[in-house]
Each structure stands twice: as C-alpha cells, then as structure tokens.
C-alpha cells in the first residue's frame, strides 16, 4: 500500500511539475529573445544618447481607469513620434504600496525612464530617488511626486486658465449679455473657491460687462443636492441664462435639472467635467460645450519630456526648454513644474473622440 | 494523520513542494530575465514584503488556534497614523513609536478580549475593529499626510546593512521569525495553540488556560501590526491613514498557502514563511516581466487554490482505501482542470507581452 501512495504522490508532483514547468519553460524560448531583444539595445543605445531604442514606461495610479487608459493613448502618440517604446504597466488598485512594487520591478529591469501618476507624492520620493541614482530619469504627470523624488512635473491647468476659460464658455453660450450663477461643491473646497476668485475677476472686463453674476450655490459634490440646488436657481431667477459648475459632480446635476425641467435652449450648463459623463447633455443641447484638460495631452507632453531628459536634450533643471511635438515649446517652471497650458474645450464636434 | 512516519511522509508535507516551487520559480525567473538574480534587485524587492511578514508571524498563531485577524492592516494605519499626528504635534519621533506600539498593544487587546473572554467569533469581531480601526485612522490624520520624519527614524524602513544592502526590515523580520519560530516549537505555548486549534474544550479540561492564550496571541498580533506600520512610514517617509488597504487578505493568504490549516489545528511556521518567499519572488519576477497586477493577482489566486485542492486530492489518493468513486474523480478532474486553467493564463500573458 505504501508503495502504491508513494508512487500515486510521485505522479501528482510530476504532475504539477509539468504544468509548470511545461508552460514556463516552454514560453520561455519565445519570451527570451523578445526580452533580449529589447534589453539589448537599450543597453547599446545609452551611451550613444540615440532616442531611437529607448523604452519608458508610463504609469497610471492604477490600471483600468478611463481616464488614465486616456492618458496613455497620448503618450503612445508621442512614443510612435519619437520612435521610442513605451510600456503602459501599474499597480492593479490605485495604491500606494502596490505602485511602489510595480516601480521597484521596473527600476530592476533598468528601463529608461518613468513617467507616473503618483499614489502619494511623499511615499514615492524614496522610490524616485532610487530611480534617478541608477540613472532613471523620473517625470511625473496628472499627481505629482514631491520635489526630490523626479526631475520634473508635467502639470494639468492652472487656476487661472482653468477660472478664465470657464468665463469665455459661458459667455459664448449666452450671446454675450444675461444673468448667471455658479454652482460650486462645498463652500470651503479651496480647488473651487481659487476658481470662483479668477471668473470674478475675469467678468470684470469690459468684454463681460453685460453678464451679470447673481449668485454662487454649493451642491457639496452631492448629486441629489446639486440637482435641487440648480432647479433652486432657475426658480429664484427666472432670467436666468448660465449656469457654470466647476466640478464633475455639479455639472452633470445641473444639466439634468435643466434637462428635466424642460428649459433646454434657455438655460445652459458649463463648466468642468469628462466626456462620458457628458455626452447626453451635450448632445441634448443641455451643456453644450465645457471644459476640462485633456488626459491624452498630459500622456503626450510627458513622454516628450521625459525623451527631453533621458536623451540628454535637457537636464530638466528649471528654465530648460523642450520641444514636445504637436503641442510646441515648454519651458520647465521654477518648481520642476511644467504647465500643460489651457484646457481643452469639450462641444459637440469633438466628444465623441474622447473617452474618459 | 497517519500513525507511521515513514520517508515517504516526510516527503510528503506541503513545505516540501513549497520548496520545490520557489526553486522552481527562481529557475524560471532567472531564464526570463537577466534582472532577477542580482542582488541589489533582490534586496529592493525584499524591503517590499517585510511588513507583510512581520504581520503574518502572528496570524499563523491565530489561525493555527482556528481565529483569524481581519484588522491586522487597518491596526497598522491606525498605528502609523498615531505615530505620524504625534509627530506632527511636536513630540519626539522615538516617544510617538514608543505610543504607537502602545497602541497596537491596546488594540490587540481589544480584540482578544472580545474573542477570548466574551466569547464572540472572531470573524465578526476582528470584521468589526477592521471598521472601526481604519476610521480611528482617518479620524487621527483626516485626508492629510504625516510627513517629515527624521533620517535616524526612515532608516527603519529604508536603511540596509553591508555592501550588499541588506535591508534593515528584512533584518527585524527575521529576528521576530526566530522568535515566533522559539515560541511555536519550544514552549508549552506553542503546544497549546494547536490544542486549541483542534479542540478547544477538551484543551480547557485537560488545563489549558484557553483566555489568556488567545488574548496573548491577539495582543501579539497588535503589537505586530503596530510594529509593521512603523516600518511602513519608515519605508514612505510619510503616513497616509488609506497605507495597506487590503493588506490583511495578503497576509491570510500567505499563512493559507504555508499550509496552515484554515480551521486550526495544523500548520507550521516554516511554512508561511516559505509562501511569503514564494509570494515575494513570483511577484517580483512577474513584474519584471511586466505583468500588470490583475494578472499577478489572478497567479496569486490560484496558487493559493491549488495549495487546499492538491494535499486535499493527494491525501484521499494515499488514504489507503482507495476507491474510484465519482466524487474522488470529480475532485482529480477539478484538481487538473485548475492546473490546465493555471498554464493556459500562463502562456496567454506570456503572448500578451511578445505582441
């Protein structure tokens, strides 16, 4: 009897040997060469500064997020232009500590430079800082790393671009002259209020002198209370023309109770939010244009940058200045930063490119 | 268990095929990438797992008595976040770790008490504090993060030994190792959590104090936790009350797939500590190939699920009765149906990353 367990055991580990050992090796001879094949030139083209064989790595805070997914269809535009490599790999919940493994791999292998949205932007200064002392140029996009931990930051929107754009949308919609409101998150949101601080200072030129801002709501970022405060609105002022609501949550609110309360065409919505939460409204005639950066840009200016400095075009100190394809010349602020620029606006020619 | 103790049941236990996988894994690992045997690679991929490990020491004691401890990760934020707003207010950096640990005491005793002396399951009651400790974290720090801690203090979690770079956690690991290992196999209290694991009443008559074993180990797993959330700030520089989310599952799986019997009772401490290399190295080796991390999890998942099939198949085949009856057949074509899913995901995102 023992013999016939030892030997039913024997089998069921070879088992199980097989089945590992089987796939593992047997992918490796058409894993290997591909793996050689790409560490080979890289190894080669580094002391020639060539651009050419280069492979970086682009990485969202974690995967199968829209718009990160977004992103990274920038920043394979941008690898196709430069004739780089760009690998889309992260942490499979957006996670400090896995994205910290996920780098740690990635430094292993010795690619030629990050490009992350970052988790937490203290807990990745050790990590970057390791990459950049084994020769990793490190950018980071969308979350910043803190100062220390990357040679530079591709920055979405400034508040200012951000308040300015939300102003030339509304009056646009409106035909220059009637009464609008905001409809903000929560009273003390300091994102929000940095905003609000620029659009008042905005409608003060003369160009808006006909707009007349009546009053500024808070929906708190909640649905059901956005979407009472905008119907509040058009009932208190029955003029009313413009709605602006500079967060994702209280446009799309707005642009329902409009739509609900069947003032399309008389009311419009504007504002910040995505693509896919907006299209209905968009194409209803609710909302028909708002804005918000544009992810894929943000992927694309990265990935130039980050060629800027691993080819040693640019230190990535500030002052420097790079050339970043379609999207022209950027020069790296004070801080490391670099500022996208102005934020894209979203109307019915072009949402259905976007989906995020 | 069998009564004879022959070679072939030596050869037999569960740490032996474990064994043979990390061997495996590390061949495999070497072939597909010439990043995986260097050192300094190594030593970094280490420092990610230790808080893991330092976590699992004591939940191998809890689950070997059949408990388990869901609030491992979130006694660790909170912890860490206690630690991190000490900090903030001014208070010595060694004072506030000193008032973390403190903390992780107290928690631990939280626990044990409500499972050792009222008597409630621990599923329910760890389920609960896993609540209510992470919200005591986020209460602590808010949305802010703890930062600015001293060099002397970040060595815990990224400082390193020698020219090989040894890391420093990896050095508190094994220290904590050797003694959980001490406690497990030389002293009666070792003996007693297995006693407990397989029948707690009649340990009770046969004078096992079964209350204060299991608040011990309880408070044991507190102080742990606390112990792996300060090398985790150490590590990051910076505390979050969100740091581990989700560790605590990690950290059940390792001790499952170490062969610790679920329901108590068996298991042993080489193993879990031998899951967490296997863990550790096939994780890394997967990311060096670029595996994104659904895919290492998905891996991960059913490893730990042909870890319960294979013994479990393997010990009816060798029961001795051997009888060909449907469900032991239905049980060997699960078993291969589960390695054959294995090896196809394997080759597909192998495929996946040649295109």
Request: hydrophobic letters at 50%; charged letters at 15%.
């Amino acid at each position: 009897m023992k013999k016939i367990s030892a030997l039913l055991l024997l089998v069921l580990m070879i088992g199980v040997l097989a089945a590992c050992g089987s796939t593992e090796p047997a992918a490796a001879p058409t894993e290997a060469p591909a793996v050689a094949e790409e560490a080979a030139p890289a190894e080669e083209a580094a002391p020639a500064e060539e651009s050419g064989s280069k492979t970086y790595v682009f990485v969202p805070k974690g995967l199968g997020i829209p718009y990160f997914d977004t992103a990274n269809k920038g920043a394979q535009e941008a690898a196709a232009e430069l004739g780089v490599a760009v690998t889309y790999t992260g942490p499979a919940t957006a996670d400090a500590t896995e994205q910290i493994q996920v780098l740690n791999a990635l430094i292993a292998q010795g690619v030629d430079g990050l490009s992350i949205s970052a988790n937490d932007s203290d807990a990745l200064v050790p990590t970057g800082k390791d990459a950049m002392e084994s020769g990793i140029p490190v950018v980071s996009w969308d979350a910043a790393i803190a100062e220390g931990g990357r040679n530079a930051h591709i920055n979405q929107a400034d508040a200012e671009g951000i308040g300015v754009v939300q102003v030339e949308m509304v009056s646009d919609l409106i035909g220059g002259a009637g009464q609008i409101a905001i409809l903000s998150a929560t009273s003390t949101a300091p994102n929000q209020n940095e905003w609000i601080e620029y659009m008042k200072t905005e409608l003060e030129k003369p160009e808006y002198a006909d707009i007349e801002l009546v009053t500024v709501v808070y929906g708190d970022d909640e649905d059901e209370k956005s979407y009472n405060e905008a119907i509040g609105l058009m009932r208190t002022y029955p003029d009313l023309k413009g709605i602006i609501s500079p967060t994702t949550v209280g446009i799309a609110a707005a642009a329902r109770a409009v739509q609900d309360q069947e003032r399309v065409g008389e009311v419009f919505v504007t504002g910040l939010g995505t693509p896919n939460q907006m299209r209905e409204y968009v194409k209803s005639g609710a909302a028909p244009a708002f804005a918000l950066w544009n992810p894929a840009d943000l992927g694309y200016l990265s990935i130039y940058a980050l060629n800027a400095i691993a080819t040693g075009q640019i230190e990535g100190k500030p002052g420097d200045t790079f050339e970043a394809g379609k999207l022209g010349s950027y020069t790296i602020a004070e801080d490391g930063s670099v500022l996208l620029g102005a934020p894209t606006v979203f109307n019915i020619d072009n949402i259905d490119d976007f989906d995020f | 268990m069998t009564s004879k103790q022959s070679l072939g049941d030596f050869f037999k236990r569960w740490e032996w095929l474990l064994v043979l996988l990390i061997f495996l894994v590390t061949i495999v690992n070497a072939r597909l990438t010439p990043y995986f045997l260097d050192t300094r690679n190594l030593m970094r991929a280490t420092s990610d797992f230790m808080e893991l490990g330092l976590m699992m020491l004591p939940m191998v004691f809890i689950i070997i008595t059949g408990n388990i401890d869901l609030s491992v990760a979130s006694m660790m934020a909170m912890c860490a976040s206690l630690m991190g707003w000490l900090h903030m207010q001014g208070t010595n950096i060694w004072v506030a770790m000193a008032a973390a640990l403190l903390l992780g005491l107290l928690a631990g005793f939280l626990n044990g008490y409500l499972v050792a002396r009222v008597k409630l399951p621990s599923l329910v009651v760890t389920l609960g504090t896993f609540a209510f400790y992470r919200g005591m974290a986020y209460a602590l720090l808010g949305d802010q993060a703890a930062r600015g801690y001293p060099e002397s203090f970040t060595f815990l979690g990224q400082g390193s030994i020698g020219s090989i770079r040894f890391p420093f956690s990896a050095v508190l690991f094994i220290i904590f190792a050797v003694i959980f290992s001490l406690i497990l196999y030389k002293l009666k209290f070792g003996r007693y959590l297995y006693v407990i694991g397989n029948n707690e009443e009649a340990g009770f008559y046969a004078g096992v104090n079964v209350v204060r074993t299991k608040l011990l180990i309880f408070m044991m797993s507190g102080f742990m936790s606390a112990l792996a959330g300060i090398v985790l700030a150490a590590r990051f520089g910076s505390t979050r009350p969100d740091i581990g989310t989700g560790l605590e599952l990690a950290v059940i799986t390792a001790v499952v797939l170490g062969g610790v019997s679920i329901s108590g009772g068996s298991g042993t401490m080489i193993g879990a500590i031998l899951a967490l290399v296997l863990i550790g190295e096939m994780r890394f080796g997967m990311g060096l190939i670029n595996i994104p991390g659904q895919g290492q999890n998905i891996v991960i998942g059913f490893l730990l699920i042909l870890s319960i099939l294979i013994p479990h198949v393997g010990r009816e085949l060798t029961s001795g009765n051997v009888k060909v009856n449907k469900a032991m057949v239905g049980k060997t074509a699960v078993a291969l149906i589960m390695i054959a899913l294995f090896a196809i995901f394997f080759f597909w995102s192998r495929t996946l990353l040649i295109a």
